[in-house]
Each structure stands twice: as structure tokens, then as C-alpha cells.
């Protein structure tokens, strides 16, 4: 008795994060499943019928399912290599500044963008993007002269370009953050290991191919199961760089089940719900994948 | 990540040594090449934000001319926004509010979670570290949008602000309370078993023996939640529809740049108005940010 007793009183300490994480994490997905199971609807006071595969198979059927998953795979492949690979260069670069002041200044501007909300880069980037104001169309038209008025890029708006462009504004934002994460990896590995192989006669290439890089894969692994998983989800930047044009290539799973859910005013929750649960399920195996790929041996 | 390896790198000396005379160029070749490349991109993650805060202080001839450096400085775009945006002050409390309280109410819970997950050690730890760690990589926020506008609508807080601190809390509830876990794990069991035996309860332990050694943690968790609480688009987009109950960013992702009251000028400045809080925060705390996240976030 007094063993239970102990327990209530521990889980005190842990009842008000449990209540938060049940209420708005655990409880919307088991509901949404259950809802990908009905014809659920928010307005009507009629009870959801349960309706057994219909939404899924309806789901399947339809080639824009197919189209907006296909969508959000090329993104992320547009995304991933460049979030990877240029944080770690960079890092290797700062790990060697040996001056105790600047290598700090480079840490704190790395870490700038990541301390600016979401939103604020996708606005910020908006701006950047924007077809006659914007800085990047300013210096291509009136520095450059590659292009005219008429005639100059436009970046977003669910053209064919808004996915490269956002993969840009991604790259950017993560730049800093992953570039911390790798100078970390690159802290715990012994001073010795590197100088060793150096003066065995090693190129600074073997040095990273054979010392560093193994050191580094488990970090490897996280960053890239972490960000494919962020890229497949996507949706804040396709909301704001690309709307609810179903030609459009920002028009991906994610945004595929918030017009249906919110957007088309036919209110089919349930389809919408089925949507979303067939989009999470296929990014969860593909992760599973991954971590078996990329785990370290041994 | 052991901390002292983070300490060596921070604080390692330059290596001397004796190379054979050669010009200061060739000696220096390979590090001249290195900054150059670092600094590259330093002006690459600058240079956007460099043109933001230009944009607020050009003239609105200059704004349209589209140059980086204005031929006539003006400042009362800053003070214009304020008079003249009815909208502005609200929103802009908006987002101070929600933030606040989602800042406080996350800080709480993580700390409270991630003390007792490993010094107090309840049967079922497993199961929520397990649960924590799933929710990381499953992609919670986009797929439970569709219920979290019901259980608003059931609670009566659609299109309430005040309503959206409690989606809000969960955004990074799960991380801030691994880390926080991570804080713990440094913190000696024996000072929490010594201040037991002292006679001081679980939360006094935790007040008084627990607190002060993670502190580099909290200041983490603190900006991890401000971040995100701050910038948050979905949920603000979709649970609220009046402009004025909406918080900045999602009224600023919505102007659209050009005449009048969102001239170029003026957006740029509220843009600046907003982004700096953040900025400004993490580079007073960057030491204790730092160390706070070499010690719990980047475990892994």
C-alpha cells in the first residue's frame, strides 16, 4: 500500500506533462485514425458511421494522392543532400579556428537563424523571393542584367521553381544549426586520432574518410532521419508559398489533407483524416528504412 | 558529448610549430583559405537579415529603387507602424501573451517530468521516455490538426488566443522534456539521496539541490519554447479567424508588400520589431545556451 502510495505521489510530478502530451499528442492521433475510419464530419449532428477501408481505398484510387506524395519525396531529395553535406564542410572548416574569440563569434552567428521562429524565415524569404521587390530578382535584373522586368524568375507561387527555392530557404536555415550539431560530434573525437593518421602520411581526404566520418555517423543518422522527417511534413511553407492549387508541385500530402479537412468546404473530415494517416504511415517506414541504412556497424 | 571535449575545443590554444621560413602567405595558405570559406557563409546567413534591416530604415523612393544602401535614411517607419497600424499593438500583445504562457507552463512541466523520469523513478518511465521519443520522429503536428479543431470547438475556444497556449505547449513539450531529462542525468543521485536524508521533500529537493544544477538546461528549453511558440503558423492560421485575436507572424505572412500602410519600409520594420527580441535573448544567454546544449540536447 504505501508502495503505491509513493508511486501517486511521483507521478505528480509527471501529471501535468502527461495531461498535455495525452491531451494534444496521444488523443488527435488516435482520434484521427479513428476518424480515417468513418464519414466523419465537424457540422452535422449526425454520428459518423463507420465505413470499414472506404476512405482509404477512395484514397488510393485517387492519382492525386499519388502525385502529392510524390511531391514531398522530391522535395525532400531536392533538400536533404544540401542540409547534410554543407553544415558538415562548414563544420570541419570551424572546428580548426584555433582563435578562442572568433571561433565563438562564428558559433553565435551560425545559431542566428535557428533562434528566428519558422515563420519568420518563411516571411522573411518571401520577401526575398518576391518577383519585382525582391532582393534576389533585383540583383539578377538591374546588377546582372541575365534578366528584364518582364522576363525575370518567379520564384514561388506554385511555379516549378517554388520547391527548389523553398529547399533553398531550408538549407539556409538549417545551415547554422546542423553546423553546431557536427562541431559537437567533432569535439568528442580524440585530438590524437586525426594528427596520428596525419603523420602516418594520410591526405586531409583519408583523414575525414577514415577517422572523422565513422565518428560521425551516428550524429549522421539522427540529422538525417530527423530532416527527412521534417521535409515530408512540410506544410507551413507550402501554405504560405503555394496555396491550395492542386497543380501546383507544393500541393503535397500535407496540403492535400488540410484542404479537404479545411479548405473545400465539403467538410470530409474523415477522407481528410485518411489522407494524413497514409502520409504519416508511409514517412514512418521509409524512416525505419533509414536507420537500418545508415545505423553504424558494429 | 562529454563536456569536457566541448570545453577543449572552446578553449584550445594554437599549436605552434616550427616550419621551415617561407612568406607569411604560403605559411598561412591553408587558414587564409579556411576563414575565407567560413566567412562566406557567415555573410550568406547574414546578408538576408542585412537587407531586412536596411529595408526599414530606407526612404520610400529608396525602397522602391531596390539598392542595399539607401541614399537617404529614414526612421519613423519604426513609429509609423505603432500610430498608424490599428492592428499592430494587439497582435503584437498577442504573441507576448501566448508566448509568455506557453514558455512558463512547458518550463514547468519539462522540469517537473524530467526530475522525476530520473531521480524519483515511477514504474511506467520507460513507457514515456518510449512515447516522447516516438512522438519525435512521428509527424504529430501536421496530422492532428484535424482533431485539435475539434477539441477546441468542444472546449469553446475557437478563435480564442488565450486558447492556443494550450496546443502550444505540446509543440515542444517532448524535447524540452528529454533535455531536461538529459540535465538531470549530470546531476549526482547521491545529492538527491543526501538532501532526502537531510529531510528535505521531493520538491524541495528539487527547488533547492535540482534547480541550480540545470540551469544551463532551462535556458535552453526557454528559447527551444520561445522559438516555437513565437513563430507558430498552423495552428494560429487555423483555430483563429479575427486579425486582431491572430498573433504577428501570421498577420505579417498574410500583408502583402506594397503601398499605403504595408509599404515595403514599414513591413520591414515590423519585421525587425519582432525578430529581435529572440536574437538579442540568445546572444546575452549564447554562453549558458551553449553549454546547455552540448550538455543535454545534442546527447542524442
Known amino acids: ?298 | 558529448m562529454t563536456l569536457e571535449a566541448v570545453r577543449r575545443t572552446a578553449t584550445s590554444e594554437p599549436t605552434a610549430r616550427s616550419r621551415p621560413r617561407q612568406s607569411w602567405f604560403n605559411r598561412n595558405r591553408s587558414a587564409i583559405v579556411r576563414h575565407a570559406v567560413i566567412n562566406f557563409f557567415m555573410v550568406i546567413i547574414l546578408l538576408p537579415l542585412a537587407w531586412v534591416l536596411m529595408m526599414s530604415v530606407k526612404s520610400l523612393p529608396d525602397a522602391m529603387r531596390g539598392d542595399f544602401w539607401p541614399r537617404r535614411f529614414d526612421f519613423t517607419h519604426y513609429s509609423f507602424v505603432f500610430e498608424r497600424i490599428a492592428t499592430l499593438p494587439v497582435n503584437l500583445f498577442n504573441s507576448i501573451y501566448v508566448t509568455a504562457g506557453t514558455v512558463l507552463i512547458t518550463t514547468v512541466c519539462a522540469v517537473l517530468a524530467g526530475y522525476a523520469l530520473v531521480h524519483l523513478r515511477p514504474r511506467g518511465a520507460g513507457l514515456v521516455v518510449t512515447a516522447l521519443l516516438v512522438s519525435l520522429y512521428f509527424p504529430v503536428r501536421v496530422v492532428s490538426i484535424i482533431s485539435i479543431y475539434e477539441t477546441q470547438k468542444f472546449l469553446g475556444l475557437i478563435n480564442s488566443t488565450s486558447g492556443l497556449i494550450l496546443p502550444y505547449i505540446t509543440l515542444q513539450l517532448a524535447i524540452s522534456i528529454l533535455i531536461m531529462r538529459s540535465m538531470f542525468q549530470l546531476v549526482p543521485h547521491e545529492m538527491i539521496e543526501a538532501a532526502k536524508i537531510d529531510g528535505a521533500g521531493a520538491w524541495r529537493t528539487l527547488w533547492m539541490v535540482g534547480l541550480p544544477m540545470v540551469r544551463n538546461g532551462l535556458v535552453v528549453i526557454f528559447i527551444v519554447n520561445f522559438v516555437a511558440a513565437w513563430g507558430e503558423y498552423l495552428l494560429c492560421l487555423t483555430l483563429v479567424d479575427d486579425e486582431a485575436r491572430r498573433t504577428m507572424p501570421v498577420v505579417l505572412a498574410a500583408a502583402q508588400g506594397g503601398q499605403g500602410q504595408w509599404a515595403w519600409p514599414n513591413l520591414a520594420a515590423v519585421y525587425v520589431i519582432v525578430v529581435t527580441p529572440g536574437i538579442l535573448a540568445f546572444t546575452f544567454a549564447q554562453k549558458l545556451f551553449f553549454k546547455g546544449l552540448m550538455e543535454g540536447a545534442l546527447k542524442g
Open chain 1, 1 to 298: 500500500m504505501t508502495l503505491l502510495r509513493q508511486d501517486i505521489g511521483v507521478w505528480l510530478f509527471l501529471l501535468p506533462a502527461v495531461v498535455f502530451f495525452v491531451g494534444y499528442q496521444v488523443w488527435p492521433i488516435i482520434r484521427v485514425l479513428w476518424m480515417s475510419f468513418t464519414n466523419y464530419q465537424f457540422l452535422t449532428n449526425e454520428p459518423a458511421n463507420w465505413v470499414w477501408f472506404d476512405n482509404y481505398i477512395q484514397a488510393f484510387e485517387d492519382p492525386l494522392l499519388w502525385a502529392s506524395l510524390g511531391r514531398a519525396a522530391l522535395f525532400t531529395i531536392m533538400f536533404l543532400p544540401g542540409t547534410i553535406v554543407l553544415p558538415l564542410l562548414l563544420a570541419i572548416l570551424v572546428d580548426r579556428v584555433t582563435n578562442r574569440r572568433l571561433a565563438t563569434l562564428y558559433r553565435v552567428v551560425l545559431l542566428i537563424p535557428a533562434v528566428i521562429p519558422s515563420t519568420l524565415i518563411f516571411v522573411l524569404w518571401k520577401w526575398m523571393y518576391n518577383y519585382q521587390a525582391g532582393p534576389i530578382n533585383h540583383f539578377l535584373v538591374d546588377t546582372l542584367g541575365l534578366f528584364t522586368l518582364q522576363n525575370a524568375p518567379q520564384w514561388l507561387g506554385g511555379t516549378p521553381l517554388t520547391l527548389p527555392s523553398i529547399a533553398v530557404m531550408e538549407v539556409w536555415w538549417g545551415l547554422g544549426y546542423h553546423t553546431i550539431f557536427f562541431l559537437a560530434g567533432l569535439a568528442a573525437i580524440p585530438r590524437d586520432l586525426p594528427e596520428a593518421a596525419r603523420i602516418d602520411g594520410a591526405s586531409e581526404w583519408q583523414v575525414f574518410w577514415h577517422v572523422t566520418r565513422p565518428r560521425l555517423a551516428p550524429i549522421m543518422m539522427i540529422l538525417v532521419v530527423l530532416r527527412f522527417g521534417t521535409a515530408m511534413a512540410v506544410i507551413d511553407e507550402y501554405l504560405i508559398f503555394g496555396g491550395f492549387n492542386r497543380a501546383s508541385p507544393t500541393y503535397t500530402w500535407t496540403i492535400f489533407m488540410y484542404d479537404q479537412a479545411f479548405k473545400t468546404g465539403l467538410w470530409r473530415q474523415g477522407y481528410a483524416a485518411a489522407i494524413g494517416m497514409i502520409g504519416a504511415v508511409a514517412m514512418m517506414f521509409v524512416m525505419v528504412l533509414l536507420i537500418r541504412i545508415f545505423r553504424p556497424k558494429g
